[in-house]
Structure formats: C-alpha cells, structure tokens
C-alpha cells in the first residue's frame, strides 16, 4: 500500500534496501552529496575484464527517497556493460520505483550522478578515461553546486 506520495516500490526500497553496504574489493566508487537537503551517497561497483558491472552497493545518509534511489540504481546497473550503465538516466531510476515527487526527483539525480562518479573512478584507474569522451569533465562537485545553485 502507497505511503503518502510514494509508491509502493519506493517503500519497499526503502524499508528493505537492496545492496547496501561496504565493498572493500570495489574497482569503482562514487561519492556524491547535496549539503542543502544533506544527502550524501556512497555508491561502489566491481567491474570485470570484459566491463561488466558484477556487483554494486551503496551507503547513503539521507531521506526515504535517497535510500530507494540508491537501491534501485544498484539493481539496475548489476549485469550491464560500463557503456549500457551510462545510459542509466535519474528518470529511469525514478521510473523504476514507480515514481517519485517532483520535490525529490534530485535524490534520482544524486543516485545517477554517483553512478557516473563511480564509473568515473573505475575508469581513472584503468588509464581508460579517452574512452568515454562525454565524461571527459564530469565533476562530483558540479553536481553539487548545480543541486544548491
């Protein structure tokens, strides 16, 4: 049953998150905070030889709707390809949960911004940065200032 303004999903994700927690063997990891509304996500990838996320978790500090996005994003990025990752969009994850408020469609925005850093960060480490040229100045910071701004 619906809570309020959300759905049933975002209550589920929300209640019983999905793949939270620490990943010491993470290849990848996104770090991502709004200071206005305090959310801050922490999100990690295990990313194989043939660029296939194989794993992902998150640790967020935040309302419902950033945990749920958190959640969500993870399940949606298991088993994809880096390139088929990036095309995971705040609306998708929002349209996942069967919807979010108008009011926390940043959390979804968050919840794709540390998927990106995270990608960022695999591919920092890998020397393989060139090899996405629409990432070439992602910056966790501007994310930020573009949600407080």
Excluded at 96 to 124: N, T, W, Y
């Amino acid at each position: 049953m619906p809570q309020g303004p959300y759905s049933e999903k975002v209550m589920e994700h929300f209640l019983h998150p999905h793949n939270v927690g620490d990943m010491p063997d993470a290849n990848g990891t996104g770090h991502i905070g709004n200071p206005t509304c305090g959310d801050i996500m922490e999100l990690y990838i295990k990313v194989d030889e043939k660029d296939i996320i194989t794993d992902a978790k998150f640790k967020t500090f935040g309302c419902g709707a950033a945990i749920a996005t958190s959640s969500m994003v993870t399940e949606l990025v298991k088993g994809k390809s880096i390139k088929d990752a990036l095309e995971v969009s705040n609306r998708a994850v929002a349209e996942a949960l069967g919807g979010l408020p108008k009011i926390k469609m940043h959390c979804s925005v968050l919840a794709e911004q540390a998927l990106r850093a995270a990608i960022v960060d695999f591919l920092k480490k890998k020397n393989r940065l060139n090899e996405f040229p629409q990432l070439k100045n992602f910056k966790p910071e501007d994310v930020e200032r573009e949600h407080n701004g």
